[in-house]
């Protein structure tokens, strides 16, 4: 099955400073050692390259896997959504995953909004809805990827658009989607409360914004509990993101 698991290498990234990473001799000797050494360990498990400055960096996948991956993530029949990231590629909706086992068969299909079954109590689905945790993971890494590589490294966006970009202009692009989820439309809905007429029209409720659990794939209505101030309130770190701050969701080795 196409799932977000499927795109979870992309989170194994760092890029750290040579400044840094000289105050640290031991482990310095040894990553050269074994960028020289073992090429069949950095060309297929794990990429260690240095951009032939001040930067290494450190990610499972090469340059050449994270294109492909990015084929998928950014393709909307795939996993880009208007508001995010899919849990669930949405070409499962017409094509299940299907699998059999001691004579049954068992399907996984897109499922954007709620669980159709009764698993983990029905109330939780990563099948198909937009979960914030996992969109600023991607996020994240993302800007670290261009950290190193910079404006030599663009993809399409969104896939088949004929538009490029950069990683660091991707993990905006997303950011804004996901704020978009919280912003109102001009009837003055907002996507995440879906058709509730009371968010929209009652002036006690109409700036009222709950944080849902996961989102709708397609419609960006919020599911799940509605006060998950928790991750959904990564939202302010996407804001920060569109507003230019640099350094914001970056580890202290992406920083400049």
């Known amino acids: 099955a196409r799932s977000l698991v499927g795109l979870t290498p992309l989170f194994a990234v760092l890029v750290l400073v040579r400044k840094e990473i000289e105050k640290l001799p031991g482990f310095y000797k040894r990553a050269k050692w074994f960028i020289a050494n073992r090429p069949d360990l950095t060309s297929k498990i794990a990429f260690l390259k240095e951009d032939g400055h001040d930067k290494m960096l450190l990610a499972v996948p090469t340059k050449a896997q994270l294109l492909s991956l990015m084929r998928y993530l950014l393709d909307e029949n795939e996993f880009l959504s208007k508001y995010g990231i899919r849990s669930l590629s949405k070409v499962h909706k017409d094509h299940p995953f299907v699998f059999e086992m001691n004579g049954e068969k068992y399907d996984v299909g897109y499922v954007p909004g709620e669980s159709n079954t009764h698993l ?74 879906g058709t509730r007429p009371q968010y929209c029209d009652d002036p006690h409720w109409k700036n009222l914004i ?47």
């Open 120 to 193: 983990f109590g029905g109330n939780s689905n990563w099948r198909g809805p937009i979960w914030f945790p996992m969109n600023f993971l991607i996020i994240t890494s993302l800007r670290r990827y261009h950290y190193f590589y910079g404006d030599t490294l663009k993809v399409e966006c969104p896939t088949g658009s004929g538009n490029f970009m950069t990683l660091a202009e991707v993990a905006t692009f997303l950011a804004k989607r996901l704020i978009s989820l919280f912003t109102p439309q001009p009837d003055g809905s907002r996507p995440c409360h």
């Open 210 to 256: 709950l944080f849902y659990e996961y989102f709708h794939g397609d419609t960006g209505r919020g599911c799940g509990a509605p006060h998950q101030t928790g991750w959904t309130a990564l939202v302010a770190n996407c804001l920060n993101i569109t507003l230019g701050y640099s350094h914001a969701g970056l580890g202290r080795y992406d920083e400049e």
